[in-house]
């Protein structure tokens, strides 16, 4: 088909191979000490200064359009800070590690968490550089009406947290929908109970979704304060565009004003500040203080199942975003409630039915499973992804998804994985689970 793609695909191939047998080999190493300070040490250089640098880096300077001063280490600290107090947090009162530092359970959680904060952060820092440079005029309209510094950051950090945490939102509410996710699918394969590594997907899933929150409010804040000094002004010549003369940005854009436009921002400052006066009259909550006050049901049986009280201590977690959302206005609230729920119902449901069809081992309930699979995600790729639509399309993906990933399955079950026969369902369905939702995206 003429790609171009060999050079990409070998070269990929060759650093996954690399990168991580390399990490096997680290991981490997610490796993076998019980010492918690070599633990957190092992953490802080790995997941704090290598993650941590590498996540900042690609944050800073590679996938944003927009740049400040400084977003490098407002990247670093705010990725890994979000994602380290969570994943102690959850360790600790959620996931029942006792100590939380033991080596092969935190450091696998605290990566997992890591990932998804970068991606949240990087969402976040992105929205507000955008709404300042490109909306000036509102922001300018609220300094000169006498708005102080946060009044008149306060929505650009609202929007920003709004775009950067829905994706968050859609993960934890599709989860178990469409495919088999990837820790429930490892667990599974490992050997474990499937009704508990249920119950640790659903307790990670609520983990990731509190640390995206955290890491982009706090990221969203640290980058907005950058743009509006303390005098307080908008200060746009510190925001660079890549590819972009950047020496006339410091140039105010008051003599381009039109009447129409001073119109726009004098609504958009009414109703702005009629936002900061319904948030300063509601009441907060003290979400960490719930959560430090639970405590985990068995301390000294870490290795234990999780129960159905480690998740509602995780959602406590959650919690945290249902808060951040009625502080700052975001509308949000219903749809981290519907999708804690869901998360919860569907994970379960799956759970159940992997559960018997584990027990009886009989191949037309393993394709019958694949056959559903495949049917959900052609729906999902046809009608709720998909803005443009043809004849057909639906059983051609339904095909394309289901072939594709049935014959991987298959092949690599039966000779890379050396399964005996190549469809027994404990290996065959979490592997081809996986691959639908990545097939699902391509």
């Known amino acids: 088909m003429k790609l171009r793609l060999e050079k990409q695909i070998v070269v990929a191939a060759v650093r996954c191979f690399v990168q991580l047998t390399v990490l096997g080999l680290v991981l490997k190493r610490v796993f076998a000490t019980n010492n918690s300070l070599v633990v957190l040490g092992i953490a802080a250089a790995e997941i704090i200064g290598v993650l941590g640098g590498l996540a900042a880096l690609e944050v800073s300077e590679w996938k944003s359009k927009r740049r400040v001063k400084g977003m490098f280490w ?16 959850g360790a600790k009162y959620a996931m029942n590690f006792d100590p939380p530092l033991t080596a092969s ?22 929205a507000v550089l955008a709404w300042a440079d490109t909306r000036r005029d509102t922001v300018e309209a609220m300094l000169c009406f006498g708005a102080s510094r946060w009044e008149a950051l306060r929505p650009i950090v609202a929007e920003a947290a709004r775009t950067a945490m829905i994706p968050s939102i859609t993960a934890v509410s599709i989860t178990g929908l469409i495919s088999i996710p990837g820790m429930m699918s490892g667990q599974i394969l490992g050997g474990a109970d499937v009704m508990d590594a249920t119950r640790y997907q659903q307790v990670i899933m609520f983990m990731i979704a509190a640390a995206v929150a955290l890491g982009v409010v706090s990221a969203s804040i640290a980058v907005a304060y950058v743009v509006v000094d303390s005098t307080p002004m908008l200060r746009t010549e510190r925001i660079t565009i890549k590819g972009v003369d950047n020496s006339n940005r410091a140039k105010s854009s008051a003599g381009k004003r039109t009447p129409e436009g001073l119109r726009r921002s004098y609504r958009s400052v009414v109703r702005m500040k009629a936002w900061n006066l319904h948030w300063r009259s509601s009441p907060g909550t003290n979400t960490l203080t719930s959560i430090l006050s639970n405590k985990p049901n068995d301390p000294e049986a870490p290795d234990s199942p999780l129960t159905w009280a480690n998740v509602g201590i995780a959602s406590l977690l959650l919690a945290f975003n249902i808060v951040l959302s009625m502080w700052f206005g ?25 559960k018997e069809i584990f027990l009886t081992e009989n191949p037309l309930y393993i394709f019958g499973m694949t056959l559903v699979l495949g049917l959900l995600a052609a729906f999902e790729v046809t009608y709720w992804r998909s803005k443009r639509q043809f004849p057909w399309m639906y059983l051609g993906t339904l095909i394309s998804i289901t072939g594709s990933a049935l014959v991987v399955a298959l092949f690599g079950n039966a000779y890379a994985l050396n399964m005996d026969p190549a469809y027994t369902a404990v290996k065959f369905i979490p592997t081809i689970g996986m691959l639908f939702g990545k097939c699902m995206i391509g």
């Open 74 to 89: 407002i990247s670093f600290l705010t990725i890994s800070v979000s994602s380290l107090v969570v994943g102690l947090l």
């Open 105 to 126: 359970k935190f450091i696998p959680t605290i990566g997992m968490v890591y990932g998804n904060t970068m991606v949240g952060a990087a969402l976040g820092m992105d």
């Open 330 to 354: 975001l509308g949000l609230s219903t749809s981290l409630i519907v999708a804690a729920v869901r998360c919860v119902v569907q994970l379960s449901l799956l759970g159940l039915v992997l």
